[in-house]
């Protein structure tokens, strides 16, 4: 995707590239996170103070209140998400439908699950 929007000069919307290194205070807060606290891997269902702001946020700005302890789960990445998803929605022969342009990870991700895409 990134070769493809280089050739035509698009916006890349398969990949998140930012656009600058982030504010100096946010790299500061994350300096400072890992001297006070811990650095160590957080439960698999992701670090609770960011599960309880999800449901937090989920039922404030979307009217979805949700139990963070029983309905939320932080993944590294939107492509490890994703993969989730995909595995826990999709049936054996279900058929997946994607609009292209698109993700590159989707069509990979269906046939490992056994979907049709």
Request: charged share 20%; with cysteine; net charge negative.
């Amino acid at each position: 995707m990134s070769k493809l929007a280089n050739q035509h000069a698009a916006v890349n919307l398969g990949q998140g590239f930012p656009d600058s290194e982030g504010p100096e205070t946010m790299k500061e807060i994350a300096a400072k996170a890992l001297y006070e606290q811990s650095n160590q891997y957080p439960s698999l269902l992701g670090v609770p103070e960011l599960r309880q702001a999800v449901a937090r946020h989920s039922a404030d700005q979307q009217q979805i209140p949700c139990d963070w302890q029983t309905e939320t789960l932080i993944t590294v990445g939107a492509t490890e998400g994703l993969a989730a998803a995909f595995m826990g929605l999709c049936n054996s022969g279900d058929e997946v439908i994607v609009f292209e342009p698109l993700y590159d990870s989707y069509a990979g991700m269906a046939q490992q699950v056994g979907r049709k895409h």
